[in-house]
C-alpha cells in the first residue's frame, strides 16, 4: 500500500511540473519512469484536445490505473509532435504493467490482463471461448465490456501477435483507438469538440474569403473611378 500511495504521488508530481513546463517532453514517458517501481499500472489517453488562437496549443488527459484504483489528471498541455504521436490512440492503453512485464506497444484497455487467471477465466460459448473477469476486477471489465462486448480467444490470440510483432493493435475489427467504431460510442464528447472545431474553421476561411472578396470589389471600383471618371 505504501508503495502504491508513493507511484500515485509520483504521477501526481510529473503531471503539475508537465503542465507548467509545455515543452516537448512526453508525459506518458515520464509517468512510466515514475511507476517504474509499483508492480503494475496502466496509462490510457483518456481525452485530448486543440485549441486556435494565434498559435494552435495541444493537450491530453490521461486515466491512470493500478489494479482497482484509478485516477484521471487534470489537462496537460503537450508539443504537437507529442499530440501527433498519440493521435491515433484515443481511449487504448499506451503503456501496461502487469507480472509479465512492461507493454508499450498501444491496446485496448485491459487487454493485457486477459488470459491471466489472477483476474479472470476462459469460459465456453455458442461464439467460442471468451473471457470473463471475475467480480473484483470490475474495473478492468467494464474498461473492456464497452456495452456488453466480449474478448474471444481469437480476439486474444491478435492481440498476441500485434504485441509480438511491436504493432498497435485497435482490435479484428478495428473497434479501438481514434478511428474506431467502439470509440465514437464512447468518446462522444471528443468527436462533439472536434466536429465543432473543424465548423469553425470552415467558417473562419469562408468568412476571410468574403473580406477579401469586398476589399477586391471596392478596390477595383476605385481605380476606375480614378482612371475613367475624369
Not at 118 to 130: H, L, T
Not at 173 to 181: C, F, Y
Request: overall charge positive; hydrophobic content about 25%; charged content about 25%.
Amino acid at each position: 500500500m505504501k508503495e502504491l500511495r508513493w507511484t500515485r504521488w509520483s504521477v501526481a508530481l510529473v503531471v503539475v511540473w508537465l503542465a507548467g513546463c509545455g515543452g516537448p517532453r512526453d508525459p506518458v514517458q515520464e509517468m512510466k519512469k515514475s511507476l517504474s517501481s509499483a508492480p503494475e499500472y496502466m496509462i490510457i489517453l483518456e481525452d485530448m484536445r486543440q485549441e486556435d488562437g494565434f498559435f494552435t496549443d495541444y493537450f491530453h488527459r490521461y486515466q491512470v490505473t493500478q489494479g482497482k484504483r484509478s485516477h484521471t489528471t487534470n489537462w496537460v498541455e503537450v508539443s504537437e509532435t507529442i499530440y501527433r504521436k498519440y493521435e491515433p490512440f484515443l481511449g487504448m492503453a499506451l503503456i501496461a504493467k502487469s507480472d509479465t512485464g512492461v507493454n508499450d506497444t498501444p491496446h485496448p484497455a485491459g487487454y493485457h490482463y486477459v488470459g491471466n487467471p489472477q483476474y479472470g477465466s476462459w469460459n465456453q460459448g455458442s461464439g467460442g471461448s471468451f473471457w470473463v473477469f471475475y467480480g473484483q476486477y470490475s474495473l478492468m471489465r467494464d474498461m473492456m465490456g464497452y456495452g456488453g462486448r466480449s474478448t474471444y480467444r481469437n480476439d486474444y490470440n491478435d492481440y498476441q501477435n500485434h504485441r509480438d510483432r511491436r504493432q498497435p493493435y485497435y482490435g479484428r475489427n478495428r473497434e479501438w483507438g481514434t478511428g474506431g467504431s467502439v470509440t465514437k460510442q464512447q468518446k462522444t464528447t471528443f468527436f462533439q469538440r472536434r466536429k465543432q472545431r473543424l465548423a469553425n474553421k470552415r467558417n473562419s476561411f469562408s468568412k476571410k474569403v468574403r473580406n477579401r472578396s469586398g476589399r477586391s470589389h471596392s478596390g477595383f471600383g476605385s481605380r476606375s473611378r480614378g482612371r475613367f471618371g475624369k
